[in-house]
């Protein structure tokens, strides 16, 4: 395969990577490992007004 070709497929498939990354990002932070980490970070904006 050449960097011809693989640009080529780039260009007109570009989507298919990015919406494997949007996946990959969405399934990390639902991860149940996750859940106190993502739900101490959703109340550091209100922890400030204390």
């Not at 990959?24 to 859940?35: E, G």
């Amino acid at each position: 395969m050449s960097i011809a070709t693989l640009l080529q497929w780039v260009q007109q498939y570009y989507i298919v990577p990015v919406f494997v990354v949007f996946l990959l990002i969405v399934v990390f932070t639902y991860l149940p490992s996750r859940k106190r980490t993502m739900e101490h970070d959703a109340r550091i904006p209100f922890d400030d007004d204390r």
